[in-house]
């Protein structure tokens, strides 16, 4: 079984401060992709990284995928009220298979 | 709006009912996934059907069942309902069969259920 640990599961931050959250596992996935989910709605693709090393830009989001591609991280800077969700990792395999993370519960406070 | 529906948005029944969960894919889309989201225990992946075959299996229970139909609309049976079973069900597409690239999965708003 592949599982992806998501640290830390929670954390509050006011705004303006930078934060970066973890997404580790034992095994290697073809791909890995981060999804925000609001409560009550569905998970939203961030972005999704195929390349070991791979480094993405998504305004104030920054999301690395291992070179061993176990692992991932993702960096927001001067996070904002509006950055406030939960975030899945995802790991995606050939056989068609998701592996989703725990998650990690952001809140950012004005 | 993901462009994935499902219904219905709320269900709520006892204990030994059995409810089917309705999902249509984005128009195009060939593959429907199938995930159980609850409080402890995150996304689960239960199922991933490409059309109109089953391509992967998670940890879906043997009383669950589900089908993608020739117009590419899925359905998730639960029977034998257990107070364990309330949770959002989550039902995902994406364009082909989700492979080695990481296919970007689009969900739908999810069913919540509540077994009483």
């Known amino acids: 079984t592949q599982l992806l640990e998501q640290s830390p599961q929670f954390l509050s931050i006011q705004e303006g401060e930078n934060l970066t959250v973890y997404c580790n596992s034992s095994s290697v996935f073809s791909s890995l992709q981060w999804y925000r989910q609001e409560p009550g709605e569905g998970p939203v693709l961030l972005v999704t990284?195929?390349?070991?090393?791979e480094v993405k830009k998504l305004k104030r989001l920054t999301f690395q995928f291992g070179d061993a591609r176990k692992d991932s991280s993702l960096h927001i800077t001067a996070a904002q009220p509006g950055d406030t969700g939960l975030y899945l990792c995802?790991?995606?395999?050939?056989?068609?298979?998701?592996?989703f993370g725990d998650g990690t519960t952001l809140t950012v406070k004005p | 709006d993901s462009g994935v529906t499902q219904t219905p948005k709320h269900l709520i029944t006892a204990t030994g009912q059995r409810v089917t969960l309705r999902c249509s894919p984005r128009s195009g889309d060939l593959s429907v996934y199938w995930y159980q989201q609850s409080l402890d225990q995150g996304l689960q992946f239960l199922i991933h059907?490409?059309?109109?075959?089953?391509?992967a299996k998670g940890n879906i229970l043997e009383r669950f069942s589900a089908q993608q139909f020739p117009d590419l609309h899925s359905e998730l049976n639960l029977s034998s309902l257990e107070l364990g079973d309330s949770a959002l069900y989550f039902c995902?597409?994406?364009?082909?069969?989700?492979?080695?690239?990481?296919?970007?999965?689009?969900f739908g708003p999810g069913t919540r259920l509540l077994v009483l």
């Open positions: 990284v195929v390349t070991g090393g």
């Open positions: 995902a597409s994406s364009v082909s069969s989700g492979g080695a690239r990481g296919e970007t999965q689009y």
């Open positions: 995802a790991g995606g395999t050939n056989a068609g298979k998701s592996t």
């Open positions: 059907y490409y059309n109109g075959e089953e391509r």
